[in-house]
């Protein structure tokens, strides 16, 4: 499913939510200034009314920021059907459709894929495809693989062979057991701690960027509804004195 098509959905989406959500708080700045003046009740209920048109649009622009964060991070942007997370040293972890079969590569060797494309050819020693299973620990990436690349149904694929590479120096460990991984993870010092490649883009994807942005993005939504709390408690106050 494509981004746009994705994006698109969630315009529909939060169209449909707004539109209950802007009589519903239009209905309660009348029923909290039902007994004061006319302007000030018109006030109420229209500022009411479209504040869920203001979060709808306020969440668009943070999907979009979000996504841009995403990006320059080296990223997905968080919806469609890509699935993207940078590694060290150039290394890219990525997936399309479902996390749960990926393909690592270093995205500065174009000889790595096929055409520049995510494609890996079979031969290639410095990129992994149908990775099940991985871990990155410094400069040392871990994981299995099914090594049959005609095998393209992700829900029968197995792990028939495990790797430990080191996205620095190339060193490379090809052996056929998660047992004889192990060793060569603790000859090398690297805590073998293996994830489904579910697992580590669920963990993974979110950097500290996007905690920053996002906790900009929250703050920014707070201070504007403080605004509006304290704009609203003057417009009553001013309203009572002036019925006094």
Request: a negative charge; one cysteine or more; aromatic letters at 10%.
């Amino acid at each position: 499913m494509g981004i746009g098509f994705v994006f698109l959905i969630y315009l529909i989406v939060l169209a449909v939510l707004a539109v209950p959500g802007m009589l519903v708080c239009g209905s309660i700045g009348y029923f909290l200034t039902r007994r004061r003046s006319a302007s000030v009740r018109r006030s109420f209920v229209i500022g009411g009314a479209l504040l869920p048109l203001a979060g709808a649009a306020y969440a668009v622009f943070g999907i979009i920021v979000m996504a841009v964060a995403g990006l320059i991070g080296g990223g997905d942007v968080g919806f469609g059907d890509g699935y993207d997370v940078p590694l060290r040293n150039h290394y890219h972890w990525s997936a399309i459709d479902e996390p749960t079969v990926a393909e690592v590569y270093d995205t500065g060797d174009r000889d790595a894929t096929d055409n520049g494309d995510t494609h890996i050819e079979p031969d290639d020693r410095n990129a992994f495809s149908n990775v099940l299973q991985f871990q990155q620990d410094g400069d040392w990436l871990a994981g299995s693989y099914d090594s049959d690349q005609a095998q393209l149904d992700s829900r029968k694929m197995k792990s028939d062979r495990w790797f430990l590479f080191n996205t620095r120096t190339h060193e490379r460990v090809d052996v056929s057991s998660e047992d004889e991984l192990r060793r060569a993870a603790a000859a090398n010092g690297v805590p073998l701690r293996l994830q489904s490649s579910e697992d580590f883009y669920a963990s993974h994807h979110l950097t500290w960027t996007d905690g920053v942005v996002a906790s900009l993005l929250l703050a920014g939504a707070v201070l504007a509804l403080a605004f509006l709390w304290r704009a609203g408690k003057r417009r009553l106050a001013a309203d009572m004195l002036e019925a006094t």
